[in-house]
């Protein structure tokens, strides 16, 4: 072997360029699904408050 890689066909450096335009989108999805992760880990289950009809009459009577 002498570590030499092979050149790429036509139509894979079309596909490379192609790739290498939209470099940014892949960055800012990514960035996008860390920050929602984030979010959601930090979220505490036992701040939300739901109240149903019935729930809700006990808590304040009318």
Request: hydrophobic share 45%; no cysteine.
């Amino acid at each position: 072997m002498s570590g030499v890689a092979a050149p790429l066909s036509a139509s894979e450096q079309r596909t490379m360029l192609d790739a290498a335009r939209v470099w940014w989108l892949f960055l800012i999805t990514g960035t996008a699904w860390l920050l929602f992760s984030i979010i959601v880990f930090r979220f505490d289950y036992t701040t939300v408050s739901s109240s149903t009809p019935a729930t809700r009459s006990r808590r304040s009577p009318r």
